[in-house]
């Protein structure tokens, strides 16, 4: 079957760097999205790598690595409003997104 | 760019009515859109994919007769819940897709919170 796993919640500090893990198995593979989302909010688009390796935006950071099914999500410089529910979502072979259950960051001061 | 806007943002409604949310993209024409519903605390679960001009393709375990779906033009798509129950209460959520590629990124409406009495 199809799946993808990413932690349920995740805690850091402001000012700090996490990386958000997420493996994924899929009937074939047409690249890996993430997306944030705050609470009662819809998702806003983050990256997409589908190729391997680190594609760097700012202050994320996304890499891929597909021998794996293996992706992570890099925030830098952390700020309390980057306190939201990360998802991690994998394109199948007929281009459908199977999304992950979200990954919940929580920002201390 | 890549705006999606959803109406409306709110709604509450008696349970057997039907309730319409709109799916608009403002800034480009979105051949495919998508119908998203999401509980509290969970991922998102597709509904249904839309396509201009054509029959909505509904997910397992979606009834077609009880989400409608019509994607009228480019720039619009609704979805009408009939006979809403209160099991329906949800979040509901739309994206559209930029380009004509499948591997074109999803643009998400703000959604649409429904909440049946």
């Known amino acids: 079957g199809q799946n993808i796993d990413q932690p349920t919640e995740m805690t850091a500090t402001e000012g700090a760097i996490v990386q958000i893990n997420c493996t994924y198995q899929t009937s074939g593979f047409n690249g890996l999205f993430w997306y944030q989302q705050h609470a009662g909010e819809a998702p806003t688009f983050l990256s997409y790598?589908?190729l391997d390796g680190l594609e760097e935006k700012g202050r994320f950071s996304s890499f891929l690595s597909r021998s794996k099914g293996y992706s992570y999500l890099l925030l830098k410089e952390l700020q309390m409003k980057d306190s939201a529910s990360y998802l991690c979502?994998?394109?199948?072979?007929?281009?459908?997104?199977?999304w992950g259950a979200g990954t919940k960051l929580i920002i201390k001061p | 760019g890549a705006v999606v806007s959803q109406h409306p943002s709110w709604v509450i409604c008696k349970s057997g009515t039907s309730v319409k949310i709109e799916c608009r993209s403002l800034d480009f024409q979105a051949t495919t859109m998508f119908w998203y519903r999401q509980f509290p605390k969970q991922s998102l679960m597709l509904m249904a994919t839309?396509?201009?001009?054509?029959?909505?393709?509904?997910e397992q375990g979606v009834e077609k007769d009880k989400f409608l779906i019509n994607h009228a033009s480019l720039t619009l798509s609704t979805l009408t819940v009939t006979s809403a129950h209160p099991e329906d209460s949800s979040f509901y959520i739309c994206?559209?897709?930029?380009?004509?590629?499948?591997?074109?990124?999803?643009?998400f409406g703000p959604g649409t919170r429904l909440l049946v009495l």
């Open positions: 839309s396509n201009e001009g054509s029959k909505a393709t509904y």
């Open positions: 790598n589908v």
């Open positions: 979502a994998a394109m199948d072979s007929n281009y459908q997104l199977i």
């Open positions: 994206s559209a897709r930029t380009g004509g590629s499948p591997v074109e990124t999803q643009y």
